[in-house]
DNA sequence: ATTTAGCACTCGTCTCACTTGAGTGCTAAC
DNA sequence: GTTAGCACTCAAGTGAGACGAGTGCTAAAT
């Protein structure tokens, strides 16, 4: 068990070091306020605070930088609640205030406001689309040979797709087989959409058009294979402001995870509910291994979920940004809540 | 005027640069076949070209590099031909091969095939949105209080906007809105749509709506601010492999560039027909000084065009990356003629 | 009149030894 | 238990020397 001198202490380096990115020196942390007892002393905690595993030296006669299990420790017990100014209180709010009813621009936006807050890069990920429920669908007819189909969901998210017409489609079999599916299928949730198709519009179809198969086939392909994780970035820029990241490789490894949407979107929507700390090796993938990404969730509407995430270095304001993704995920289950209220 | 063999010499010095990025020295070009004199001549000859501002030293005693004159007369001059690879060739096909008849899909596939195939940043440029044509409008209530509008253009090209409905508006009114609008304006431009309205929709809508200026009002703000100018970059990281770039400043600045859709965009529009190169300080933008930036244009049907380019350091296999925007533009206009013909 | 060989010179880069300073660990005194 | 004192460690900075790639110039060769 840590004494309070020894808490005292490791919660003194962590501050320190998460300000100035600089190993803490025992007579730098005997000169702060709050600590009362000499450089020696305080010498003497660190070595077991190391020893324990909550510090460690960058070279043998070096200060002490936290470990990632220290890190862990602070994050769990030690780190005190950030109060957010009024400027970053009124940014977020701003945020929220003109509003355009999508929730792409109101993530997007949000994206923004927490990397600009923070200097970290956020990413947002889409809520599951799937979950969402089918509204209408729609074959608008381009020319002799093309049209785009269309499908509105009820949060008001829409998908589309151009498809080029074979000459034996006939076009009033298209008609009725649009005019069916929506008929049939108003209110499913997209993610049983193909199963329901499958089951119990084909007779229906069959009954109806005179090659349904290849009408049916054709929508079917057009809205289906899309694979709509949508990922928001914000301040992708701002991960070369750290210092822990001079190193271009590392930078580039980085971005590649953030570009690559089918890496790092699994990692956030297997999150539960409220927010969750990775530190350095907790994260899965090898290039954020000095990383630390917080996730906090949303929800739009009753079902479907939503993440926010901020990505930044171990060395990272924790208290700070789980304070902002609090109040953020907060904002935006409420902005959406009034939206899509299903009562 | 520049005798034979300085032209030799100078050709000869960027070739290597471009495949070295060092300096070339007297003795190297000595040793290459083409080249039948003594480093003493060629030491005279580089002082000369020197002189002349095709080439520059990076030290008193360095080898040479060329200047921004010296790879301006290359692209203009001097520049052999590049013959692609089979294997170049084929990759582009196949970008083409699978249609999916969506210009949004096909650009950003040839936005990462050409950064692919060149280990440069590539950027494409949507085509004006504003030129295509309306041809169909669409509102989809989604709950008591609120909407998405859907637009279509003769393109695929599909716009929507949610928004709320004001309890002061009938919906029937939007339904006959919406009406009027799809039989008045099939067929007009995006970029007259606004002033078509005004002019000649009005009247129309006043007569058959109750309250039209509202519900008018709601479908225009819907569908009219929105800025769709689409970029697609490919490569963004392959910045980051040219030596050139190992400054985390430059890369920074050049990032800021390429994300902010409104630094970049009116550049590469305003490109004539044809494939420009913007060698280092013909660049407008400062973080841009020293890289080159290889444009071309391709069409979309009859009147929108967009610009393909590719973004490198100075030192850019210019004659490779002319080839590849020469075949790619050629297919993309090819496969998009093939789409949208008017006849 | 060119072209070339030869040589002195320049400058970046690498290595090595040296210094400095921040910081530790340990011991002995308080 | 706490602290002062001191020897020790190591990173980072500095300056000298060696090396090598490359130049410019001059004088000889073609």
Redesign the interface.
Request: glycine share 2%.
């Given at each position: 068990m840590l004494t309070e001198r020894q808490l005292l202490i490791l919660q003194v380096i962590i501050d320190d070091f998460i300000q100035n990115a600089q190993p803490v020196g025992s007579r730098a942390i005997s000169k702060k306020d709050e600590v009362s007892f000499s450089s020696a002393t305080i010498r003497n905690e660190m070595a077991d605070l190391e020893e324990m595993g909550f510090l460690q030296k960058t070279h043998s006669s070096s200060g002490r930088i936290p470990s990632e299990k220290g890190y862990r420790f602070y994050v769990d017990h030690l780190m005190a609640p950030f109060r957010l100014s009024k400027q970053e209180l009124e940014k977020i709010k701003n945020t929220f205030q003109e509003?355009?009813?999508?929730y792409e621009k109101v993530v997007q936006k949000s994206a923004e406001v927490l990397s600009d807050l923070t200097n970290y890069t956020s990413i947002i990920l889409g809520p599951e689309v799937y979950e969402t429920r089918l509204?209408?669908l729609?074959i608008?007819p381009?020319?002799s040979h093309?049209a785009?189909a269309?499908l509105?969901t009820?949060?008001?998210h829409?998908q589309?797709?151009?498809?080029?017409i074979p000459v034996d489609i006939d076009s009033s079999d298209l008609e009725t087989t649009v005019n069916i599916l929506n008929e049939r299928l108003n209110g499913v949730p997209l993610v049983q959409l193909n199963e329901k198709m499958q089951t119990e519009i084909i007779d229906l179809l069959r009954k109806h058009t005179k090659n349904f198969r290849n009408a049916y086939e054709y929508i079917r392909a057009a809205l289906m294979d899309d694979q709509p994780v949508k990922l928001y970035v914000g301040g992708?820029?701002n991960i070369?402001n750290q210092p822990e990241f001079?190193d271009?490789d590392k930078?580039?490894s980085l971005?590649?995870v953030i570009?690559e949407e089918n890496q790092i979107a699994p990692i956030l929507r297997k999150n539960a509910d409220g927010i969750k700390v990775s530190i350095g090796h907790e994260n899965e993938l090898e290039a954020m291994r000095d990383c630390s990404l917080i996730t906090a969730t949303y929800s739009l509407g009753d079902e479907q979920v939503g993440t926010i995430a901020l990505l930044g270095p171990t060395r990272m304001e924790y208290s700070k940004v789980i304070s902002l993704l609090n109040v953020l995920s907060g904002q935006m289950n409420k902005t959406f809540q009034s939206?899509?209220e299903t009562k």
């Open positions: 509003h355009l009813m999508e509204k209408q729609q608008i381009l020319s093309s785009v269309i509105v009820n949060t008001g829409v589309h797709r151009s498809f080029s992708k820029t070369m001079k271009i930078i580039r971005f590649s570009e939206w899509y």
